[in-house]
């Protein structure tokens, strides 16, 4: 059973980047789509981007241009690089894994990581 581990979150102020990581152990990356959704307090937990296991990506709308997702499979990790980040980018950031192809559904997803707080001040 993969495990997954984020880090790289923190505290950055409006316009900054950040860069999450997710580590996967108890299995390779390389057969699976990797995902990132967000939680912000109080609300539900939203799509963010997915990358197929051959490298494709999707992002959510509303993200196209400040994130990107990319993966090392040599190193089972996979990345979010989040840029020109806004206050309402604050969230819990989660990364998730199923085999081969992305999906932007949740309840597609059986394999999560404990998340990384990402908080944007203006």
């Known amino acids: 059973q993969v495990q997954l581990v984020e880090s790289g979150g923190g505290l950055v102020q409006a316009g900054g980047s950040l860069r999450l990581s997710c580590v996967a152990s108890g299995g390779t990356l390389s057969t699976y789509a990797m995902a990132w959704f967000r939680q912000a307090p109080g609300k539900e937990r939203e799509f963010v981007s997915h990358?197929?296991?051959?490298?494709?990506?999707t992002y959510a709308e509303s993200l196209k241009g400040r994130f990107t997702s990319s993966r090392d499979n040599a190193k089972n990790t996979v990345y979010l690089r989040m840029d020109s980040l806004k206050p309402e980018d604050t969230a819990v950031y989660y990364c998730a894994a199923r085999p081969l192809f992305g999906s932007t559904q949740i309840r597609d997803y059986t394999t999560w990581g404990q998340g990384t707080q990402v908080t944007v001040s203006t």
């Open positions: 990358i197929t296991f051959s490298g494709g990506t």
